[in-house]
């Protein structure tokens, strides 16, 4: 069973990046592709972006100009960063197993706050 | 950008009873629509995928059709553990949610 872990800095100051990482268990990285979603506290689900097992990626037009994913196959894990956030910013993030067509394995999903 | 509408928002209905949760988009998706279930303070469940493939493990009162621009997800009798939000989700042009339905008590 595929088990995903979100992880990084809950507190993100206005303008800084935005750094989570998440770590895969239960399988290899190197075999599926890999997405961060997120969602603003009581509204609905916005996906961000994937990387695929290639390393090749593709983000969420909207979002694409701030948005960095990588992957680092030796750790098993992969990462997101988003730059100069805002008070926008702030959601649930979570990752996932997949992008290409369905997401079947999510993490439990982290608080981001952006706040001075 | 496709933009994937639900309807109803709200659904309320009494344990025992079908849910019929509609998702239109705003141009053809094929059949690259999935599902999913969300209870508060959980993340998704992946139910349909491709319209109407169950995932690993769903109970099969639930189930997936429609083709295009139309889509249902029905449950056929509700169980208490349904009461949930439900969102579709479409990967055939950038990969966009809809807003959600939630199911709801009577």
């Known amino acids: 069973q595929v088990q995903l872990q979100e992880s990084g800095p809950g507190l993100v100051k206005p303008s800084e990046t935005l750094s989570l990482t998440c770590t895969v268990s239960?399988?290899?990285?190197?075999?599926?592709?890999w997405s961060w979603i997120r969602q603003p506290p009581g509204k609905g689900l916005e996906w961000i972006g994937f990387i695929s097992y290639s390393g090749s990626t593709d983000y969420n037009p909207s979002l694409k100009s701030r948005v960095v994913i990588s992957v680092d196959t030796s750790k098993n894990q992969f990462s997101l960063k988003l730059s100069s956030v805002t008070a926008a910013d702030t959601a649930v993030y979570y990752c996932a197993r997949g992008g290409i067509n369905r997401f079947d394995f999510w993490g439990q999903g982290t608080l981001v706050t952006v706040s001075s | 950008e496709i933009v994937l509408t639900q309807s109803p928002a709200t659904l309320s209905l009494s344990p025992g009873e079908r849910a019929t949760l509609s998702c239109r988009a705003s141009?053809?998706?094929?059949?690259?629509l999935a599902w999913y279930q969300q209870k508060p303070g959980q993340a998704p469940r992946l139910l349909i995928y491709?319209?109407?493939n169950r995932a690993t493990g769903i109970p099969v009162r639930f189930s997936g059709s429609g083709s295009g621009t139309d889509f249902t997800l029905t449950i056929s009798s509700l169980e208490p553990e349904d009461f949930a939000v439900y969102y579709c989700?479409?990967?055939?042009?950038?990969?966009?949610f809809g807003g959600g339905t939630k199911v709801e008590i009577k």
């Open positions: 141009q053809s998706v094929s059949g690259y």
């Open positions: 989700q479409q990967r055939s042009n950038g990969l966009t």
């Open positions: 491709n319209a109407s």
């Open positions: 239960g399988g290899s990285i190197s075999s599926s592709s």
